[in-house]
Nanobody, 128 residues
Framework: EEQLVETGGGLVQAGGSLRLSCAAS????????IGWFRQAPGKEREGISC????????YYADAVKGRFIIYTDNAMNTMYLQMSSLKPEDTSVYYC?????????????????????WGQGTQVTVPS
């Protein structure tokens, strides 16, 4: 069974940093597109970062560009989202996701419905 388990959320002061981890079991990230999404109360789930190594494609939403970094540790079969210069508007539940629904020429960001495996979500709170 494919499973993604997230850790690393919490409360952090504005300007601080936090790293989210997402460990995979039942599959490896090789040949998968990976992504991070977030959902604030009353808002739609939005994609904030995507990486498709096989197509040399990486994406960051404008709201996080220059502050967040997506990467994987294949030896640990874990993906990460390094977040820095956090702002109150970054407060959300964060989800990791993985997708095999891509083909040659695909580029990030991939549509949210294409991500078939999801983490359970982890809360990040940045007080104002």
């Amino acid at each position: 069974e494919e499973q993604l388990v997230e850790t690393g959320g919490g409360l952090v002061q504005a300007g601080g940093s936090l790293r989210l981890s997402c460990a995979a079991s039942g599959f490896t990230f090789h040949n998968y597109a990976i992504g991070w999404f977030r959902q604030a109360p009353g808002k739609e789930r939005e994609g904030i970062s995507c990486m498709l190594n096989s197509e040399d494609s990486t994406y960051y939403a404008d709201a996080v560009k220059g502050r967040f970094i997506i990467y994987t540790d294949n030896a640990m079969n874990t993906m990460y989202l390094q977040m820095s210069s956090l702002k109150p508007e970054d407060t959300s539940v964060y989800y990791c996701a993985a997708s095999l629904w891509w083909s040659s020429g695909s580029k990030c960001p991939l549509p949210r419905p294409d991500f078939g495996s999801w983490g359970q979500g982890t809360q990040v709170t940045v007080p104002s």
